[in-house]
């Protein structure tokens, strides 16, 4: 059964911290990893990823995907307060279905 | 331009009862898809319709969940018989389809099952 496993489940930092989110996935036809950021209902795209090792940057966040060992990290530098959301980790198969992870509940305090 | 939206935003429907919840996708987004979250969840799967073929309905947890989606835009998803571990956010979202494309939520319905 495929499945996205998402670590840690909550996570309490400081302004200022640097945090890694952790996704790991086994799914048999494996195309894209995707991560959302969610804050209150609907959940907004951050980041595809398709290709091992290839680093995708936009401002204070960051992520890569290795799929040898099946796995991606969401890194988010100098956090803010407007950065608490739980993030979230889907992969698309080749059909374009979706499964998400639980995902990773970020509190940044001031 | 206008994104996702759905209908009704909140909905409180007795034990037993059908309900129906509407998507509106983004014009020109050939995929969508129903998503369920119950509270400090992920999303669970529903069901994706992709153009015109036919839907994956892999994710319904029972004959009582059923969606429609009509021309090829419109999706209305219906509950028949509401249980109360119905109650759940229910979201929906619309991609240009495929496994190459993120998706673009709804704000979700939130329904209560009493």
């Known amino acids: 059964e495929d499945k996205v496993v998402q670590s840690p489940l909550s996570l309490v930092v400081h302004e200022g911290d640097t945090v890694t989110l952790n996704c790991s996935y086994e799914?048999?036809?494996?195309?894209?990893l995707l991560w959302y950021k969610q804050e209150k209902k609907a959940p907004t795209f951050l980041f595809m990823l398709?290709?091992?090792?290839i680093e995708k940057k936009s401002g204070r966040l960051s992520s890569i995907l290795d799929k040898k060992e099946l796995f991606s990290i969401l890194n988010i530098t100098a956090t803010q307060t407007g950065d608490s959301a739980i993030y979230l980790c889907?992969?698309?198969?080749?059909?374009?279905?979706?499964?998400f992870g639980d995902g990773t509940t970020l509190t940044v305090k001031p | 331009g206008a994104g996702v939206s759905q209908s009704p935003s909140n909905k409180v429907t007795e034990k037993g009862k059908d309900v129906e919840l509407r998507c509106d996708p983004i014009?020109?987004?050939?995929?969508l898809y129903w998503y369920r979250q119950s509270l400090g969840q992920g999303l669970e799967f529903l069901i994706y319709?992709?153009?015109?073929?036919?839907?994956?309905k892999s994710g319904l947890p029972s004959d009582r969940f059923s969606a429609e989606r009509t021309g090829g835009s419109v999706s209305t998803l219906t509950i028949q018989r509401t249980q109360q571990e119905d109650s759940a956010v229910y979201l929906c979202?619309?991609?240009?389809?495929?496994?190459?494309?993120?998706?673009?939520f709804g704000p979700g319905t939130r329904l209560t099952v009493t």
């Open positions: 979202a619309s991609s240009l389809g495929g496994a190459w494309y993120e998706q673009y």
């Open positions: 799914v048999t036809n494996f195309r894209s």
């Open positions: 398709t290709s091992s090792g």
């Open positions: 889907a992969f698309n198969t080749n059909a374009g279905k979706s499964t």
């Open positions: 014009s020109g987004h050939t995929a």
């Open positions: 319709f992709q153009g015109n073929s036919a839907p994956d």
